[in-house]
């Protein structure tokens, strides 16, 4: 079995959304015998790096993230490569391969410098979320910071996967990871009231 690892490292150099709380830790010490422990503690947001968003991030009636389903954080997803496509949002004709999953992680080929902001990004289009949505699937990822493109102003995208029900995963790292079917595995914490969680999401490619 192999393991993708599509999780950003958090440190004090990870970018986050303009006007969201930087990642910062601190820590102290404490003296047992012969060794030295230690105990730290982070302020951050909720959206630092990889991370689910809860529905009530953009819905004042959607679900704070320890009420969701983890169904969907677990389970196979298809990865696939929209790499080619030219315009801000990913659309239903730049699929290439057919929907096989519940589970859709898009692979823009992101390879933004984590030590700046780039608002640069893909997002994706409300009629792909209502197609994908036709075909039955419950969750989609992108390797971008949102499901919305920057300066998104009604955040459309981010409505229609509330509408449809779909849960969403963003920023992953899927520079490294070929197109096709995997076993996620990318569980938000419990944290009660919260608008979302960092995730350490991976993927599992088991021998054929």
């Known amino acids: 079995m192999k393991i993708y690892d599509i999780t950003k490292t958090i440190n004090k150099d990870l970018k986050v959304w303009p006007g969201d709380k930087e990642y910062e830790r601190n820590e102290s010490s404490f003296e047992l015998k012969d060794m030295t422990g230690h105990s730290s503690w982070i302020t951050a947001s909720l ?12 819905d004042s009636k959607g679900m ?11 389970g196979k997803c298809q990865v696939i490569d929209v790499s080619h496509t030219k315009d801000k949002h990913i659309k239903i ?18 390879h933004m410098d984590e ?7 893909k997002g994706i289009s409300v009629a792909l979320i209502h197609f994908l949505n036709d ?3 419950k969750l989609i990822g992108i ?7 920057y300066n998104a102003e009604t955040l459309s995208s981010h409505q229609a996967l509330y509408n ?11 520079n490294d990871v070929p197109e096709g079917v995997y076993e996620l595995i990318a569980l938000p914490l419990k944290i009660e009231g919260a608008d979302g969680s960092p ?5 599992l490619e088991y021998e054929k």
């Open 143 to 149: 390797d971008t910071p949102s499901v919305d493109i």
């Open 47 to 58: 959206h630092t790096g990889t991370h689910v968003d809860a529905h009530w991030h953009y």
């Open 93 to 110: 004709e730049d699929l290439r391969v057919d929907i096989s999953e519940e589970r859709i992680l898009f692979k823009t080929s992101n």
């Open 135 to 137: 075909h039955g699937v």
């Open 115 to 121: 030590t700046k902001w780039d608002d640069n990004f």
């Open 64 to 74: 704070s993230i320890e009420k969701h389903d983890l169904n969907n954080y677990i």
């Open 164 to 174: 449809c029900d779909i849960y969403n995963i963003e920023g992953l790292v899927l």
């Open 199 to 203: 995730v350490r999401a991976v993927l």
